[in-house]
């Protein structure tokens, strides 16, 4: 599965769905974090980018390890070629856990998020002129809501960084020659 490809090395192939998915996963988190009117909308969206994104990105790292393999087998891999290959594949691994990491949090925000709204649809209009102090449940998840989404700001922009030095190095190697 992750050599070939109807005859053709799978890796270069395999890469553009990481190179779709990641940034889009990076994108979607941006936007429901920051944008809490448009969460209830593309909650789904967001959990199918949280679950796809690793394992595009695990399938990728992946064909590229047999790629490596199917090159070197065929002799002796210059010194230069070997380095170039190497700083893909780190930028790779890099971007793999990022992504990974994105997506729990990711995941792990969507789930308070959604309890924020179960809580909030619970609690009834507040009383003639009074207002409805937050329960102390409420606030430590508002606290934790806030921990969270700058955990996936953060790891979107890492994630984001990574999938382009990786796609950029690999590029290099591709159209700069072997």
């Known amino acids: 599965m992750f050599d070939e490809i109807m005859g053709l090395p799978a890796h270069p192939l395999l ?11 990076a994108l979607m988190g941006v936007v429901y974090v920051l944008v809490p009117p448009l969460r209830a909308r593309f909650t789904w969206v967001f959990v199918l980018l949280a679950l796809i994104a690793p394992v595009v ?7 590229g390890e ?10 002796v891999m210059p010194p230069d070629l070997a380095a170039k290959i190497n700083v893909h ?7 793999l856990w990022f992504v990974c990491g994105l997506a729990v949090v990711s995941l792990l925000f969507m789930a308070l998020d959604a ?64």
């Open 15 to 25: 890469v553009h769905a990481a190179v779709v998915f990641v940034p889009l996963l």
């Open 57 to 63: 990105s695990w399938v990728a790292k992946e064909s």
């Open 66 to 75: 047999r790629f490596e393999q199917r090159m070197n087998s065929k002799g």
């Open 89 to 95: 594949q780190d930028h790779g691994t890099k971007m």
């Open 115 to 178: 309890g924020r709204r179960r809580a909030n649809a619970n609690i009834g209009p507040a009383p003639a002129g009074g207002e409805i102090a937050a329960p102390p449940a409420a606030r430590g998840r508002m606290i934790m809501m806030i921990v969270f989404g700058l955990a996936v700001l953060v790891l979107a922009g890492f994630s984001g960084w990574y999938v382009y030095k990786t796609g950029d190095a690999g590029a290099r190697i591709a159209w700069n020659g072997f």
